[in-house]
């Protein structure tokens, strides 16, 4: 190795940034060190030196400059004024080698244009050793110069954009669902099936039915279940607040509700009657009294329920009059507006027409009077 560095001592005090004079010009070339390590980096620079009014083409280099030594970057042109009235022209390149050895920068041609003259002059040649680098046994391997950081290009930094975004949104739309949801109870408990007052109370008297509480001695169960869903039905169904009502006051509230008529009132008198009797005087009634107010109940919901439906569908027929009325309507003003913007075109096509003969009519006799 100091053999090495012994001779490149040598051959540079020989060949090293040779600068020559030529009618008053300095040129040369010059390079950072002339000792590298494999992989290292180092400036190549041409140089001119001169009066203004100079013009120099320096030689065009593209991926190496000689076998073994690679282009990097360049090159990068300067010219700077110095003190004393002189012009400095630099072409700068980076080098580099992958192979140990003595490399020779061979004599390249400047071309110096004037009005004086034209002249091409050539560089002395400028030599470099590359040595490898010296491994410790001890040490091992490890890397000569570390990686460097390649500078982030857009294209990576959208990715983990989009990626922040759609996290953002996410988060956005369950804060969202909570907040409006918070009131409702929990976001994943399903929902209750909504079952209609008038399949509730059927089903409830079908229950009372089924288990036969008064063939087993248990009227006074049974009767409470009965109108207890009687009055939960005109609760929910009539709008009639019968649970917190005595039975007189509930049939008094019910002569004030159309859905229900007088014949039916008397029957659910004689019903809520009966119950309180059993309920509060131990009354035991007979067996076809007792089937008889249970099909009181049955007939009550299904009239009452079928006189609210109509009700109902009554309104959604006047309301879907409204909006057809209203579509039409509306599509009637549309079509107005439509002929008369038609009119007014055809009217305004009309004036044009007329427009435009009146102008034939008189170049005509223009033209006539020009003959």
Known sequence: MRRLQYIVFVFSLLLWGVTLRAQELEYGVTLDTNYMLIGDQQQLIFKVRGDGGVRVLFPQLKDTVVSGVEII?????????EKDGKWLFEEKYII??????????????????NKEYNNVLRTEPVAFAV???????????????MPKDAPWTFAEILRYLLWGLAV?????????????????????????????PHVKAIRALDGIREDKLWQIGKEKEYYTRLTDVVRVYMDEELGVPAMEQTSSETLHSLEECVEVEASERGKLAEMLATADFVKFAKFTPLADENARHLNTAYDFVRATH????????????????????????????????????????????????????QDGVKAGQEDGVTV
């Open 306 to 357: 079928e006189r609210v439906q109509a009700k109902i569908d009554e309104r959604m027929r006047e309301e879907e009059s409204q909006r057809l009325a209203e579509e039409e309507r509306r599509r009637s003003e549309e079509e107005r507006e439509q002929k008369k913007r038609e009119q007014e075109g055809h009217e305004q096509e009309g004036h044009e027409q007329d427009g435009h003969e």
């Open 96 to 113: 580099t080698a992958f192979d140990t050895g003595v490399y020779v920068i061979p004599p390249f041609p400047l071309t110096i244009e």
């Open 168 to 196: 953002m949104a996410f988060l956005a739309a369950a804060i969202l669902l909570y907040l409006r949801y918070r009131k409702k109870g929990d976001l994943f408990v399903p929902k209750k099936e909504v079952i209609p």
């Open 73 to 81: 970057s360049g090159p990068v042109r300067d010219s700077v004024r």
């Open 131 to 145: 040595n490898t680098f010296q491994v410790d046994p001890q040490k091992g391997n490890y890397d000569i110069v």
